[in-house]
């Protein structure tokens, strides 16, 4: 079984910056790509960053120059460091890991349990 924790969140104003984290734990073969995506109250959740592992990322176009995510593939964790964050970015924030848990399987995505992230104006 694969879990996903993620940290970081909280409630802060706008132009502060936060950092969030996100661990991958258990028994697993590898790990494709891991991200962060975004859930706001009535709204569908959408891609934040993903990063592969290469190293290779992706941003949203709302987060681009704000955001920058990273990832240490020795420890299966990924980072999210936010700065001048709006109003707009209030949302619960989850994690994702592509993983295959054993050579033979196919990769599946693995989600962990969000972390809330307001922000006041």
């Known amino acids: 079984q694969v879990q996903l924790v993620e940290s970081g969140g909280g409630l802060v104003q706008a132009g502060a910056s936060l950092r969030l984290s996100c661990a991958a734990s258990g028994r697993f073969f590898s790990i494709n790509d891991m991200g962060w995506y975004r859930q706001a109250p009535g709204k569908q959740r959408e891609l934040v960053a993903v990063?592969?592992?290469?190293?290779?990322?992706t941003y949203a176009h709302s987060v681009k120059g704000r955001f920058t995510i990273s990832r240490d593939n020795a420890k299966n964790t990924i980072n999210l460091q936010m700065n001048s964050l709006e109003p707009e970015d209030t949302a619960v924030y989850y994690c994702k890991a592509v993983v295959r848990t054993t050579l033979w399987d196919q990769f599946r995505d693995y989600w962990g349990q969000g972390t809330q992230v307001t922000v006041s104006s």
């Open positions: 990063v592969t592992s290469g190293e290779t990322t």
